[in-house]
């Protein structure tokens, strides 16, 4: 597992980022929406999901960051241990990987072509968006651990964790960014894949958590 100094390091640098962009230097903007655009989707395998339900978490925390690469990754710790500041070998750093194709959907497969869709057209709308009216930055996400209870309940061996873009039920804005999490499973009989969408983007914090819920954002 990666180092929890180097894992710091790296949730820093994206934190710098925001920042950056609150103070209006130039670019930074286009440098978060690169970020998050240079990659498709992460991977969670069974063996973590295995790991976690152990704990049986409320949530696993997916903290964003930027490697001394200067890509974006993931790291994922469940809200147990975060609670706690018990980092060491509780978490696990997902690299952000290239398009894949997606299959049949649990949720309704319009609405998730057009969520990821909305992602994928809309983002700069949704900074201005955020710029405009002085909302958060997601510096996490917050994933309801049933999600993953819910894919790894059928056969898949992973599943793809991947951004949309949903209504927001705050008035103060139009979009809001979610996470989608999907099965990966192909067969040579079948290809077919389940999804669902129990997320939220941190700050701000809900669902009975606070900041010193999310240690690694102190």
């Known amino acids: 597992m990666t180092s929890t100094q180097t894992i710091k390091n790296s949730i820093q640098r994206w934190n710098d980022l925001i920042q950056a962009f ?13 970020h998050l655009l240079e990659g498709d989707y992460f991977e969670v395998n069974r063996q973590e999901y295995d790991y976690w339900k152990k704990i049986n978490p409320l949530y696993i925390h997916c903290y964003l960051g ?72 997601l510096r996490a996400v917050q994933i309801s651990f049933s999600d993953y209870l819910d894919i790894f309940n059928t056969q898949t061996q992973k599943c793809s964790n991947f951004f949309g873009l949903r209504n927001a039920d705050n008035t ?37 958590e606070s900041l010193a819920d999310y240690k690694l954002l102190s």
């Open 66 to 137: 930027i490697n001394a690469d200067n890509q974006l990754e993931f790291h994922l710790l469940d809200s147990i241990n975060d609670a706690q500041g018990d980092f060491d070998n509780h978490i696990f750093t997902k690299s952000y990987l290239p398009s894949q194709d997606q299959g049949d959907h649990d949720i309704e497969e319009v609405e998730v072509i057009e969520r990821k869709n909305n992602w994928q057209q809309f983002n700069n709308q949704w900074l201005n968006e955020i710029n405009q009216n002085n909302n958060p930055i």
């Open 22 to 34: 609150y103070s209006q230097r130039p670019n930074a903007g286009e440098q978060i929406l690169s």
């Open 172 to 208: 103060s804005f139009q979009h809001e960014i979610e996470i989608i999490i999907g099965t990966m499973m192909t067969t040579i009989e079948s290809e077919s894949e389940y999804y669902v969408d129990v997320t939220r983007p941190v700050p701000p914090f809900g669902g009975g």
